[in-house]
């Protein structure tokens, strides 16, 4: 059963430090992950996207990372911010089908305290 | 910025109110979805769409309907609304690549309904 597995399902820090979150999936074949972030009340907005030959991919203070052979992604975050204060979606691609469909973790709400 | 609208952002209507949601892409997508969020839940796919004239049941069962006559327009239909559809729908429209899967799919800000 194709599925995304994301820990921890919430997590507090204080504004300035860092944190990673996980992802781990048994999508299958795989197509690529994006990580998402979705601030409350809002659609999720994408950070990150993966494909099978991508290991690490930032973009400005995140940084994604994915291991094709275990089927995990984290997704780190450096000197937070109290606007990265959101929900964090984990978002797997498969292409098993002429067109992939998409599966979704059910995020890690995340934080961010003064 | 995605260039992916929904109307309205929020709706309080009464039982048994038909309604429709509206989204629309501006970005020629073939692939568009609804999803279903509830507070801190994840996304449930209610209903998608591979193109014009092609419309799919997601993996939640949902008492909406959709159509898609249209490539840029996607609407969700609920025909008598109750309360136990009081939720957070989200449209969603991705591109297609033959043999990649899906690219990016870009989400609309969603509509928050409440059924009074």
């Known amino acids: 059963k194709n599925q995304v597995e994301q820990s921890p399902q919430s997590l507090i820090i204080l504004e300035g430090k860092n944190c990673t979150l996980q992802?781990?999936?048994?999508?299958?074949?795989?197509?690529?992950l994006r990580w998402y972030k979705q601030d409350t009340g809002r659609g999720p907005v994408s950070l990150t996207i993966?494909?099978?030959?991508?290991n690490t991919k930032s973009n400005g203070r995140y940084t994604a990372t994915l291991d094709a052979d275990t089927k995990q992604s984290s997704l780190h975050i450096t000197a937070s911010q109290l606007s990265d204060s959101a929900s964090y979606i984990c978002?797997?691609?498969?292409?098993?089908?002429?067109?992939?469909?998409?599966?979704f973790g059910r995020g890690t709400q995340l934080t961010v305290w003064p | 910025e995605a260039d992916i609208y929904q109307t309205p952002r929020y709706l309080v209507i009464g039982t048994g109110k038909k309604i429709t949601l509206e989204c629309s892409q501006t970005?020629?997508?073939?692939?568009m979805y609804w999803y279903q969020q509830d507070p801190g839940m994840e996304l449930h796919l209610i209903h998608y769409?591979?193109?014009?004239?092609?419309?799919e049941k997601g993996d939640l069962s949902s008492e909406s309907t959709v159509s898609r006559i249209r490539t840029e327009h996607f609407p969700l239909t609920l025909e008598s609304a109750r309360p136990s559809h009081t939720s957070q729908y989200l449209c969603?429209?991705?591109?297609?690549?033959?043999?990649?899967?899906?690219?990016?799919?870009?989400f609309g800000q969603g509509t928050r309904l409440t059924v009074v």
């Open positions: 969603a429209s991705s591109e297609v690549l033959r043999g990649q899967g899906n690219t990016e799919a870009f």
């Open positions: 992802c781990n999936y048994t999508v299958s074949p795989f197509s690529n």
């Open positions: 993966m494909t099978f030959s991508e």
């Open positions: 978002v797997v691609s498969d292409r098993g089908s002429t067109l992939g469909r998409l599966y």
């Open positions: 970005m020629g997508h073939d692939k």
């Open positions: 769409s591979y193109g014009v004239n092609s419309t």
